[in-house]
Structure formats: structure tokens, C-alpha cells
């Protein structure tokens, strides 16, 4: 919003003129009377205050525009278009666009309200006061646009995990331009945008690089768009679709108490769930064969009347389009006498897969470990605890190594035993 003083009032009156001149031919001579009336009541004095706010409109919706005036003295208002075009004089509407109405009008206002706004009507609007010297006030009408339309396109219908697609979302023809966000889910990610613009329009893509995972499956992905002109949120999705290799899980249903002994039966069940769901879902028995009394009915395996030969790893194996995978069974067949709890079989999926340990045989090696240490070192106390005691006893013995019979020994053993320096005992 500006004001500005008019240079003179013979330029005032060409506008009238104008003005008159562009209105219908039964308003022309009306409004020509209402200029020269107009004209005994422009005032010689100043103090004159007119001023506009600034307008900003969705297309499509209302405008309102005010010419006000401070400490009115009945000068005469007039309202005209970005081409210099009267709208109102006064009370009056020369121009021949009726989507102008007049709201209000009096000596300190003109109000005028403009529907069905386009971005055609975008411009400098001008209020002018009649007093001498004459006075101008502009407001300038911003149009927001917002996009027309919203797409969202993905490089692949289908993604097998692990691969890397494209998706794009387009804002078009919006003013001003958009600002596109990115979610998956209800997480946000980043993209990278490119603005076009076109007649004073604006045209926005991003575009979005992902990696997709199995997780990823049947997820969103959401292009949401942020403008002036939308109020709440304004977005669109699709769903991902990914491919993935197999899961594959083994579930134990016969034994209930998971105690398998001998003559008892086994049976197996192989879970496996992916995208394609797998086809084929095969038993093997690794680095053996499978027993003969052992009973393949698709995922399951049964075996009847267990035995200590049945012992080994059983792996369970599923593929799809994608890849295979496998999981694998550790069984390990108890006496009859058995009551303990089993150990925890090994269950393992994975493309190399891996051959687990039952708990037991780690706790019989640690404990033979430490047998074997207690051993050991009872032995060296052993021969530690000899030594000196065979050292105490040749000690106690020098007295009688040189005498010529038993009575000669006894005699020197005693002086031995008076002698303290040349004797020493060792104690334990």
C-alpha cells in the first residue's frame, strides 16, 4: 500500500472524464452531473488522510478491497483497476465486470468486494481522493494458485528387496511454488526437487531414490504438498510391493514335552512364508541319508519308532523366484530311562545355514576340562610333598652313616642330636 499527491485538478477532471466515458450510455449523463457536483465540494484545505491494506486471495475466492479515509471532509472517492479503469466512482460502477460489488460506501469509505478472483486480476489497484491537492492510495492484490494437480509415479510396480527404485511426485501449475515432503510410512525421508516455471506459474517435481526391504512391503509411500493456498493436507500415496526370499522357521508338534527317546515318534512342521509364497518346501537329512522309516508329507516329516541311529541334523529347505533359504533341526534321541528336559535344538535359518552344538555335550567337555585339571595338580602336590619328606628323613640318618655297628650309631645319632648347629630339620 502507497499513497501519492496528484500534480493537479485538471488531471483530476480528465479522469472523471474518462470515467464518464467509459460507462453505460444511461449512467454517462448521470455520473457527468455527479463530477460537477463533485467539483463545488473539493476542498481547498489539506489534512487529508486515505490509505489501503494489500490483499492476498486463493483464486477463485472473494477480494475485498477498502479505500478509507482519516478525518473525511465528504471529498469524493474512486476506486479503478490495475489499467487505470474506474471500478466505482463514488456510489457508482462505470466498469461492465459484475463480479465488482459494492459493499459499503460513505464519506470515509468505499468498499468494493471482488469475486471469483483469477490470476488475471493480480495487480495495483488504486484508490484516488478528490481534494486539493487530490490524493492516491494503491493496493496490490496477490492471487494464489494452488496445484492443479498431484501425481505420484514409481519406476517399478514390483521390487525384489535390497533393490533401489525411483519414485517422482509432480505439483503443477501452483503460485507460488510448492513445497513437496516425503514419507514412508511415518517416516519422513528426503528428497530432491526441481522447479519449472511458465507464465508466471510454477511447475515442481521431486524425485526420491529408495531402497526397499521385505519390511517394506505393503508400506506407503506418501508425496504431501505444502502451499499457502491448501489449507490441511494435500497428498497422495502408493503402496510398495516387494518381492523376498523365503523365511523359513521349524515348529516341533509331537512330542508335546520336546523330550524325544528312544521308540518314541517325531514329527516335524516347516513354516516358510515369502513374497512369491514359495512353491516347493523339501526335507533332507545333512551329511546323511534319510532314514528309511522316516514319512515326507509336505512341509511336515514324521518318524516313527526312534532309534540312536535316527541322530543327526534334519534341514529343512523353501524357494521362491527370489532365492531359497533354509533352517535346520538337531535331533538327538534320549534312553528310555531319560527324564531329564531336552536340550534346545538348533533352529537356524539362512543361505549357507549352520550346524548348532546340543547343550550338554559343551557342559560334559567343560566339566572332563576340569577334571583333568584337578588331576594334574594333585599329581604335582604329590610328588611336590616326596621330595621334602625324603629331603628330612636322609637328615635324621647322617648320624649313623659311618659307625662300625649299632651301638656305635646310636652314640653318634645322640651327638648329633647336641649339636644344633650342625643338624637341620625340615618341617612340612
Known sequence: MASAVLPSGSQCAAAAAVAAAAAPPGLRLRLLL????????????????????????????????????????????????????????????????SRFQLLNFSSSELKVSLTNVSISDEGRYFCQLYTDPPQESYTTITVLVPPRNLMIDIQKDTAVEGEEIEVNCTAMASKPATTIRWFKGNKELKGKSEVEEWSDMYTVTSQLMLTVHKEDDGVPVICQVEHPAVTGNLQTQRYLEVQYKPQVHIQMTYPLQGLTREGDALELTCEAIGKPQPVMVTWVRVDDEMPQHAVLSGPNLFINNLNKTDNGTYRCEASNTVGKAHSDYMLYVYDTTATTEPAVHDSRAGEEGAIGAVDHAVIGGVVAVVVFAMLCLLIILGRYFARHKGTYFTHEAKGADDAADADTAIINAEGGQNNSEEKKEYFI
Open 34 to 97: 455527479l463530477l460537477l457536483s463533485a467539483a463545488t465540494l473539493i476542498p481547498t484545505g489539506d489534512g487529508q488522510n486515505l490509505f489501503t491494506k494489500d490483499v492476498t486471495v486463493v483464486e477463485g475466492e472473494v477480494a475485498t478491497i477498502s479505500c478509507q479515509v482519516n478525518k473525511s471532509d465528504d471529498s469524493v472517492i474512486q476506486l479503478l483497476n490495475p489499467n487505470r479503469q474506474t471500478i466505482y466512482f463514488k456510489d457508482f460502477r462505470p466498469l461492465k465486470d
